[in-house]
């Protein structure tokens, strides 16, 4: 059983570059959050989808964006790239809004510079 | 407003016992949750409280008491591999989770 996979495992831009940040969630799942979490901190939560929309967001700009396909993988696009954007970028997959666990894959490493 | 406090650092020593704490201020709470971490890895569940009391799970065990807004994490006859970053994290309405910054544990022989 495929736990969360994530793609690419590090990234290296330049600033006011496009990115786009690619997960698939564990079989079964249909939830998928995204995490940014800088170094040395704990994740922060950016947003969710569920059913191929966006039900909660974190205090994020604009600058990031989301999609959920039919399959229930998911994509973070992050835009303009900015040298604080730099961070390990964490899926998280959990079965309907109401379960509790989540399940973390290993994260994509985005440097920008 | 939130906030979420934990120690930044503790060491310990292989066998021994450490308790880390979690003090947590938000507005809503669904449950607590602790992580482990090791360095380059992905976050992995160890406990959930939702509510008060005592979780025990193995050398884990996780308290909760939410008048108090405080939670701990109590790790038993620590062993090398125990050498992690362990995050607190509290879930509010939804799935999404509220983290602490952390604590590093060194174990040492």
């Known amino acids: 059983d495929a736990g969360v996979t994530q793609s690419p495992t590090h990234l290296i831009k330049t600033r006011g570059q496009q990115v786009t940040l690619r997960c698939s969630p564990k079989s079964g799942h249909d939830t998928v959050s995204w995490y940014q979490q800088a170094l040395g901190q704990g994740p922060q939560f950016i947003f969710q989808y569920y059913e191929e929309e966006e039900r909660q967001r974190g205090n994020f700009p604009d600058r990031f964006s989301g999609h959920q396909f039919p399959n229930y993988s998911s994509e973070l696009n992050v835009n303009a790239l900015l040298l604080g954007d730099s961070a390990l970028y964490l899926c998280?997959?959990?079965?309907?809004?109401?379960?509790?666990?989540?399940?973390f894959g290993p994260g994509t490493r985005l440097t920008v510079t | 407003g939130q906030n979420i406090d934990q120690p930044t650092e503790m060491t310990a020593t292989e066998g021994a016992i450490v308790q880390i704490n979690c003090t947590y201020q938000t507005s809503g709470f669904n449950g607590l949750f602790w992580y482990q971490q090791h360095a380059g890895e992905a976050p992995t569940f160890l406990s959930y409280n939702v509510l008060d009391g005592l979780e025990e799970k193995g050398r884990f065990s996780s308290f909760l008491s939410r008048s108090k807004g405080y939670s701990y994490l109590l790790l038993k006859e620590l062993q090398m591999k125990d050498s992690a970053s362990y995050l607190c994290?509290?879930?509010?309405?939804?799935?999404?989770?509220?983290f602490g910054k952390g604590t590093t544990l060194s174990v040492s022989s």
């Open positions: 994290a509290v879930k509010k309405a939804g799935t999404a989770l509220i």
């Open positions: 998280a997959s959990s079965s309907g809004l109401a379960r509790y666990e989540q399940y």
